[in-house]
């Protein structure tokens, strides 16, 4: 079964850090390219990191460079987000999704496999 399986979330106050994980299953892990989204409520979903399995390029939204970083463990077929500085702005549902497509502008386009979500709540 082609799976994605998010974890990682949970309340935390303003400053302070989590590292979500995304770990994959049932598909052939360096061929794929995965992607961090959050939504927050009434909000759209928006793009946050992503990093290409075969390569290690990544790519950063503007809203958390410098705060978050993305990496892959192309042997547990997992990847992380550490995110530090955390804002209440950061509140969301966070979602990886698995996509054939490198990181870049087509990649949220090809999205094929996505995780059912992990909360990141961020007290002020």
């Known amino acids: 079964e082609v799976q994605l399986v998010e974890s990682g979330g949970g309340l935390v106050q303003a400053g302070g850090s989590l590292r979500l994980s995304c770990a994959a299953s049932g598909f052939t892990f360096d061929d794929y390219a995965i992607g961090w989204f959050r939504q927050a409520p009434g909000k759209e979903r928006e793009g946050v990191s992503c990093i290409s399995s075969s390569d290690g390029n990544t790519y950063y939204a503007d809203s958390v460079k410098g705060r978050f970083t993305i990496s892959s463990d192309n042997a547990k077929n997992t990847v992380y987000l550490q995110m530090n500085s955390l804002k209440p702005e950061d509140t969301a549902v966070y979602y990886c999704?698995?996509?054939?497509?490198?990181?870049?502008?087509?990649?949220?386009?090809?999205?094929?496999?996505w995780g059912q979500g992990t909360l990141v709540t961020v007290s002020s």
């Open positions: 999704a698995a996509s054939r497509v490198l990181c870049g502008s087509d990649f949220s386009r090809y999205l094929e496999v």
